[in-house]
């Protein structure tokens, strides 16, 4: 699951409203996309999971937050976009390597808001090269690295969270 710490950054980087349509790749255990659905009340949140698990525990997740507004859409990207419709916010947790064509094909529309997490100084490099060279404007990176101060014996010990980068951009609009 997806930190808190890193979840508030996440999707203040996506500004989402309430009526957007957000997409969520690697949608793991779906932290992102409940609090996402949350936001966009009057917007739908698509979650694609291709982990059997996983999807159990989204599902289990949607019936404990009672979010209406999500849709879990099992299989990979961007095999599966066929089923999405064009999206405000799509928000990349995982890509099994395929990073540039998600990023080719995801059904963004023209001045949406893109995301993408990346734990590894290569993965975070590469998404910032392929968000420049796919024409993304406004690229930004952020690293995180929170640390918890739980109570153990009286003494508060510092638990570090492995650290995240962030990036996020807009997709280029076209004007004819």
């Given amino acids: 699951m997806t930190k808190a ?3 508030v950054q996440v999707l203040s980087k996506a500004q989402i409203s309430p009526y957007d349509r957000i997409l969520d790749i690697g949608s793991g255990t779906g932290s992102i996309s409940i609090e996402a659905a949350a936001i966009a ?3 739908m949140v698509f979650a694609i999971e291709n982990n059997s698990e996983a999807q159990q525990l989204i599902r289990a997740n949607m019936r404990k937050f009672a979010v ?3 849709k879990l859409v099992s299989g990979t990207a961007p095999e599966v976009f066929s089923k999405i419709p064009p999206v405000n916010v799509c928000i ?3 890509t099994q390597g395929r990073l540039k064509e998600i990023l ?4 963004l529309v023209q001045g949406g808001r893109i995301v993408l997490t990346a734990v590894s100084l290569e993965n975070a490099s590469r998404g910032l090269e392929l968000l420049k060279s796919l024409d993304y404007e406004d690229a930004e990176v952020v690293s995180l690295q929170a640390v918890r101060w739980p109570d153990v014996n009286g003494f508060h010990v510092a638990r570090a969270l492995n650290p995240v980068f962030i990036l996020s951009a807009r997709k280029t609009v076209h004007t004819s």
Avoid at 104 to 107: R, S
């Fill in 41 to 43: 009340t009057e917007g």
């Fill in 5 to 7: 710490e890193i979840r």
């Fill in 92 to 94: 990349i947790n995982g």
């Fill in 68 to 70: 209406p507004n999500l």
């Fill in 104 to 107: 080719d094909e995801a059904p």
